[in-house]
């Protein structure tokens, strides 16, 4: 789990009593008086999209070993088990790599060297320019909520004064190819809303996701959420967040 102070500040780590460092736990927060993030808070909610990608991984793994001589059940369950979790680790290290590529663009506007790396920022880039305009955009921005929640946003822009709306994106990378259908799912809308309302935009601000294609470096789609649904996503989002509390049975709500 992730985990932000009331100032905003990250704390997803903690120093344990040996002197290294260990994840935060429901237990640190107690103490420590923090605030879950948004994708925690989601992760109460089932996600049958996430699922249905870890169950083919865990086949694709079953079919590429092979059982050995005299192996049991047993012994090459947990050899395909740990395949399929290499394989959704190497997943989850390269979309932490993209992220970081981007949040050095945005920041630095430095372009990397690599041509594979460069085609996704120049992929991204002429994205946002072409659905959202010219933006100054902020990336890698963190809040806490007084609802007690907290995250930290990949992008966003506030409304200019000739009322241009402002925007919040979220980066999705994913294994895709051109003209991939059926992206988006609704739970992304939902850390969108709770993003939009973390920084305190109204709720005319814009939500989108851009989802970055791991496997063929240069292809992006953006998504934009319809304005219809930002009511139903913020709503959904806050009962989440109900059921996180009394799950947890913790209430970090910010005292202003």
């Known amino acids: 789990m992730h985990w932000y102070d009331k100032e905003g500040n990250p704390k997803h780590w903690v120093e344990s009593k040996n002197g290294t460092k260990r994840g935060t736990t429901l237990r640190d927060a107690r103490k420590l008086d923090l605030v879950p993030s948004v994708t925690s808070v989601l992760d ?16 694709e ?7 050995g001589d005299f192996e049991d059940n047993d012994s090459l369950s947990k050899r395909i088990l740990h395949e399929s979790k290499r394989e959704v ?10 992220h970081n590529l981007l949040e050095s663009f945005f920041k630095t506007g430095a372009i990397p060297n690599d041509k594979e790396d460069e085609a996704i920022i120049r ?16 990336s890698e921005e963190t ?3 007084p609802d007690g929640y907290g995250g930290m ?12 709306a ?6 999705k990378t994913k294994e895709f190819d051109a003209g991939a259908k059926n992206l988006a799912y609704d739970s992304m809308g939902y850390q969108l809303a709770a993003y939009r309302e973390g920084l305190g935009y109204d709720p005319f601000a814009r939500i989108a996701n851009v989802f970055i294609s791991a496997t063929n470096p240069g292809i992006s789609i953006f998504h934009e959420w319809s304005g219809e649904d930002h009511d139903r996503f913020s709503h959904i989002f806050k009962h989440s967040l109900e059921v996180w509390k009394y799950t947890k049975k913790y209430w970090p709500e910010i005292k202003i």
């Open 123 to 138: 992929s991204v880039q002429t994205l946002l320019h072409v659905n959202c305009g010219d933006q100054e955009w902020i």
């Open 143 to 145: 809040f806490a909520h």
């Open 89 to 98: 680790e190497a997943a989850s290290e390269r979309g932490i790599r993209i």
């Open 61 to 67: 793994a079953s079919l590429s070993i092979r059982r």
């Open 153 to 164: 946003i990949d992008l966003h822009c506030k409304e200019t004064p000739d009322e241009s």
């Open 166 to 171: 402002a925007w919040v994106i979220d980066f």
């Open 44 to 59: 109460i909610m089932a996600k049958p999209g996430l699922d249905r990608w870890k169950i083919n991984k865990t086949i």
